[in-house]
């Protein structure tokens, strides 16, 4: 498959499926029922973006999930929230689509910058942004804490 033979095109919730089973392959398994939830509250967000990659056949190889944060110390930009593309149809171009679409998305609504995070394990993304322009600007720690639990 080549990315001439990919159409990029917005996310509807009939996609949850798809989408779930991408996420499952990067290592996020998640119930298409929660994703078809969480997507059709996103696809109300005027402020956020999910596109899709599909086939020649209309299956679904690769999805991109963008959203506009206004920061308080640099102002507002695009942020990758998540990107997959199947592993039968990765290095062929689709992830590239998939940026270029979001990029659009983000200058179209006069977001000067697309950031992205990337786990430091997943090293086969890094040469990826790379190749697309990105530039690694950090490297930081995540925390995560579970709220509204006591603790005794």
């Given amino acids: 498959m080549t990315s001439e033979s990919v159409s990029v ?5 009939a996609d949850a499926a798809a989408i779930a089973s991408l996420s499952a392959e990067l ?3 998640v119930e298409p029922g929660d994703i078809e939830k969480r997507l059709a ?12 990659a599909t086939d020649a056949d209309h299956a679904v190889v ?24 199947s592993s039968g149809h990765r290095r062929s171009g689709i992830g590239h689509r998939l940026l270029t679409a979001v990029e659009a998305w983000a200058h179209n609504r006069g977001l000067p910058e697309v950031s992205v995070r990337s786990n430091v394990l997943r090293e086969s993304s890094h040469p990826f ?17 579970t709220v509204g639990e006591h603790h005794g």
């Fill in 9 to 13: 095109r917005r996310a509807t919730v």
């Fill in 27 to 29: 290592g996020y398994p």
């Fill in 41 to 52: 509250a996103i696809l109300e967000a005027i402020d956020q973006a999910v596109l899709v």
């Fill in 62 to 85: 690769g999805w991109i999930h963008g959203a506009e944060h206004l920061l308080l110390e640099v102002g507002s930009r695009c942020e990758i929230l998540g990107l997959v593309v």
């Fill in 129 to 145: 942004y790379e190749k697309h322009g990105y530039r690694r600007v950090k490297t930081q720690h995540a925390y995560r804490k």
